[in-house]
């Protein structure tokens, strides 16, 4: 039985479910237990039943195929709160999956256990909402994580997951990454798609993960590179991002 989560990156612990060292739904319990005995307050909403079926399900011959995920809540999920971090949506639920996330869960096999907190519509650079109160900096208890993807470096920086979803605008990943001593990386604008419901503007905003190492960064990013997207126009398709027939 395991009893913490796992505290090396994602792609390790992939490679531990495939040698049959763990287990995906052992790895998931000692997440949730490890959120539950958590002071960090970087998860808004926990999803225990779903999990539980992925983990069940999971398929580790993929990259991510069993690793606990948290998605962060200006994400979406079908059925999962919607909120954008803001009391002014507290009870909006999503009604379609995000075609990042999905393709997290559905290609890469990420388990998605729930949302991590965010700054209020990420519009800021802290960890603190009146819908969700303080997010804590695993570093230091009562010091900010920066925002806005502050509970997904919250909680892989805490080692409650190995893996979470993010996006930056205006240092939305790279700041929370330098405050928890996690990669925060902003790729090429375009290279993720935000669709199906993409909006037009601001149009710096970029998705992508807060993650322990450059490896689960980049192979989560390749496997999350946009597709032809009709809803989201400034999607760039083809190799490596670039469009048909462009390198």
């Not at 909403?45 to 690793?67: H, I, M, T, W, Y």
């Not at 998605?71 to 949506?89: H, M, N, R």
């Amino acid at each position: 039985m395991t009893d913490t989560p796992w505290l090396d990156d994602a792609c390790s612990l992939v490679e531990a479910f495939r040698k049959g060292e763990r287990s995906p739904a052992e790895e998931l319990a000692a997440s949730f237990d490890a959120v539950e005995r958590s002071d960090l307050n970087c998860f808004s909403f926990l999803d225990r039943d779903r999990a539980e079926a992925a983990a069940k399900a999971a398929d580790v011959s993929k990259p991510f195929g069993g690793v606990p995920f948290g998605v962060k809540e200006l994400d979406q999920i079908q059925g999962w709160p919607d909120t954008q971090a803001s009391l002014l949506f507290a009870d909006r639920v999503a009604k379609y999956t995000g075609h990042a996330v999905g393709r997290a869960i559905d290609i890469g096999g990420a388990v998605p256990i729930g949302l991590t907190t965010a700054s209020e519509f990420g519009g800021l650079n802290v960890s603190v909402t009146k819908l969700n109160g303080v997010t804590h900096n695993p570093w230091r208890h009562g010091r900010t994580c920066g925002g806005s993807s502050c509970g997904s470096a919250s909680a892989v920086a805490g080692g409650l997951v190995s893996l979470a979803s993010g996006g930056d605008g205006g240092g939305s990943l790279r700041i929370p990454g330098g405050y928890t001593g996690l990669l925060g990386f902003k790729g090429t604008y375009g290279r993720t798609t935000r669709g199906p419901a993409a909006y037009s503007r601001p149009g710096t905003v970029v998705l992508g993960n807060m993650a322990r190492s450059v490896r689960d960064a980049a192979l989560l990013r390749r496997r999350l590179r946009s597709r032809p997207d009709r809803p989201d126009r400034a999607a760039l398709v083809g190799h490596l991002g670039g469009r048909p027939g462009h390198p």
